[in-house]
């Protein structure tokens, strides 16, 4: 088990889900926090967890911050450098990254260099930087566990397995989002309020619609290619609708070994806090008995075709990847103002990736270009 945390992106959902696995283990305390411009509710945070660290994004909400809590022996820091500090303080032992978006990557990667623990939850290092992310953590002996259902269940199924050429492919589950069965023809008229509708999960807004794309699942079959080193022919996608099981491992001699549980995130964040070790967790336990048939069926990457581009982006390697990611969070957050519709999230994405130009090894720096590009792509095209 842990001792010491930093929470980037202590604000949003998975940061206030992990504050609240950490209230109830006494013996993990808090380092630093990290947020956009919620001030009130990190000043709130501030309070309870009384960290060495507190950073917003931006001056302004850091100084709105310092205001408020000028009473409290707490640091304020704000912006990247304030970012990359929490990330690598020296009294903390774990860092759950939960930002959302590209801001994660380098203070993921300064994270696994300070040899901390990281509870993964931000996709985006993984995705756009997955082979130096993988890369480094193992140069540095630094853990790296996902803080998402699916790829903790992957995790769990693998806990024991020596020899990962006894893996046969890794089996992600997918709820299949609001929007599952549905045409073409009807998913041109949702709107964000019924994408904004998952059946299973609560969750933020950007990672709600990227399950209504399937484009989440996507990024997942990217995370688990590098971070198992599996080759992406061995992870494939099957709908779940239930969300009971988390995710699956087949192995070489034909057994499955699955992860089931209820759909709440605490689970896989005390496990990337308590991890090699198991405690009793608030989240309600999975009855059998009850949870109805379990289902599963094949993605439909016609009516979905996010999922189909994501694989075809990890095929390609390279910037093709932080391209898809770059111009996917663009297209969302239009999305989200209302200023796109559901099927453009998918035909501004693709056509950004073509418009990026490609590079097959880029450097950390090229995989950020590569992202800004994309994003301005996406901004250019929707106005065409």
């Not at 050429?165 to 997918?174: A, D, Y």
């Not at 590098?226 to 995710?247: A, C, F, G, T």
Request: hydrophobic share 45%.
């Amino acid at each position: 088990m842990v001792k010491c945390v930093s929470i980037l992106g202590s604000t949003g959902s998975i940061g206030r889900q992990s504050l609240d696995i950490i209230s109830r283990l006494p013996e993990i305390k808090v380092a630093a926090l990290t947020a956009g411009t919620s001030v009130e509710r990190m000043a709130e945070q501030c309070r309870e967890f009384r960290p060495q660290l507190a950073v917003m994004a931006t001056e302004a909400a850091a100084k709105e911050l310092a205001s408020q809590i000028s009473d409290l022996p707490i640091r304020v820091n704000w912006g990247q450098e304030g970012l990359l500090e929490a990330a690598s303080l020296p009294g903390a032992d774990c860092v759950i990254t939960a930002v959302v978006g590209m801001v994660g990557l380098k203070p993921t990667l300064a994270a696994i260099r300070a040899g901390k623990r990281i509870g993964l939850a931000n996709k985006e290092p993984l995705v756009c930087a997955g082979e130096r992310v993988v890369a480094e953590a193992g140069e540095d002996r630094a853990e790296v566990i996902r803080v998402d259902s699916g790829a903790s269940a992957i995790f769990q199924c693998l806990m024991g397995c020596g020899d990962k050429k006894e893996v046969k492919r890794l089996i992600l589950t997918c709820s299949g989002g609001p929007f599952f069965g549905k045409t073409r023809e009807e998913l041109k008229t949702v709107t964000q309020a019924d994408a904004l509708k998952h059946p299973n999960w609560k969750m933020g807004a950007k990672i709600t619609i990227d399950c209504a794309t399937l484009m989440n699942k996507g990024l997942e079959g990217i995370e688990a290619m590098r971070l198992y080193r599996m080759p992406l022919e061995k992870v494939d996608v099957v709908i779940h609708r239930q969300s009971v099981v988390h995710s699956m491992v087949e192995f070489t001699d034909g057994a499955v070994m699955a992860q089931l549980g209820t759909p709440d995130m605490r689970l896989p964040i005390q496990l990337a806090l308590t991890y090699p070790e198991r405690i009793p967790c608030p989240v309600e336990p999975l009855d059998l008995l009850t949870c109805g048939p379990l289902t599963f069926s094949k993605p439909d990457m016609e009516n979905f075709p996010c999922l189909a581009l994501a694989y075809e982006c990890a095929k390609k390697g390279g910037t093709a990847c932080p391209a898809m990611n770059g111009a996917n969070e663009e297209a969302v957050a239009m999305f989200l103002r209302d200023e796109i519709g559901f099927y453009d999230i998918y035909g501004l994405v693709s056509q950004a990736v073509e418009a990026v130009p490609f590079l097959k090894n880029p450097t950390l720096e090229e995989i950020l270009e590569a992202d800004r590009l994309a994003r301005a792509a996406v901004r250019a095209l929707s106005h065409n």
